[in-house]
């Protein structure tokens, strides 16, 4: 890490306090860039595991749509696998999608904010609903999904999957990628206001 000797003020105790501060800056802002390119790869990795599954929801669908219409023959465990499928895809691929700003925003003064003014924004908007959100969602569901466990939930259709537990557990595993990925994103902004930088030189993918 290179350290710019430039002196403010010809006071040496008010220059090295300036040089104190400009090197403990240096230090928390890497520390919040590390952090968030390392909870991004994470989220990119889950991404790019999980998006084939989305063809094979396709073809599951088609195969189940082709037995049922042109054979006449019922296949439980093949419908309810879509919707094993479809949750791991969309509980799983939440963190994915908000590490790419592809979630909806709905706002018309956001574009309009400087960048310091978008971080600011989405400091609060992660510290006062994406943190309490996820909180909760993990903290409410916990009970639900252990009690699954305990007794080894299955599918309440004849012939269907025997792991409704494991399905419920995406649940809590939502919650702490989300909240796992919003940490990412508040390290972000903290940097964006913290560094003259824009957030998109931060993202990784």
């Known amino acids: 890490m290179t350290i710019k000797w430039q002196l403010l003020s010809s006071e040496k105790g008010h220059g090295r306090l300036i040089l104190f501060?400009?090197?403990?800056?240096?230090?928390?802002?890497?520390?919040?860039?590390?952090t968030s390119k390392s909870?991004?790869?994470?989220?990119?990795?889950?991404?790019?595991?999980?998006?084939?599954l989305t063809?094979?929801?396709?073809l599951l669908t088609c195969l189940v749509v082709a037995l049922r219409y042109l054979f006449n023959e019922?296949?439980?465990?093949?419908?309810?696998?879509?919707?094993?499928?479809h949750g791991i895809v969309f509980m799983l691929g939440i963190a994915f999608t908000l590490q790419q700003s592809e979630?909806?925003?709905?706002?018309?003064?956001?574009?309009?904010?400087?960048?310091?003014?978008?971080?600011?924004i989405n400091i609060m908007g992660t510290l006062f609903f994406l943190f309490p959100l996820t909180s909760f969602i993990f903290w409410t569901s916990y009970d639900y999904v252990a009690f699954s466990w305990t007794l080894g939930e299955v599918s309440a259709e004849p012939g269907g999957l025997p792991f409704?537990?494991?399905?419920?557990?995406?649940?809590?595993?939502?919650?702490?990628?989300l909240f796992l990925q919003?940490?990412?994103?508040?390290?972000?902004?903290?940097?964006v206001i913290v560094l003259p930088v824009k957030q998109e030189m931060l993202k990784d993918g």
Not at 103 to 120: E, L, N, P
Not at 164 to 177: E, R
Not at 182 to 191: A, H, T, V
């Open 21 to 34: 501060l400009r090197y403990e800056t240096d230090l928390f802002t890497q520390a919040l860039i590390t």
């Open 39 to 52: 909870l991004d790869k994470f989220a990119i990795l889950t991404g790019h595991v999980i998006g084939p």
């Open 55 to 58: 063809f094979l929801i396709m």
């Open 74 to 85: 019922g296949a439980t465990a093949l419908q309810e696998s879509v919707i094993y499928f």
């Open 103 to 120: 979630h909806v925003r709905v706002d018309i003064f956001y574009q309009r904010f400087s960048d310091k003014g978008k971080a600011t």
């Open 164 to 177: 409704v537990y494991l399905l419920k557990t995406l649940i809590p595993i939502m919650a702490i990628l």
């Open 182 to 191: 919003g940490l990412s994103e508040l390290c972000k902004n903290l940097s």
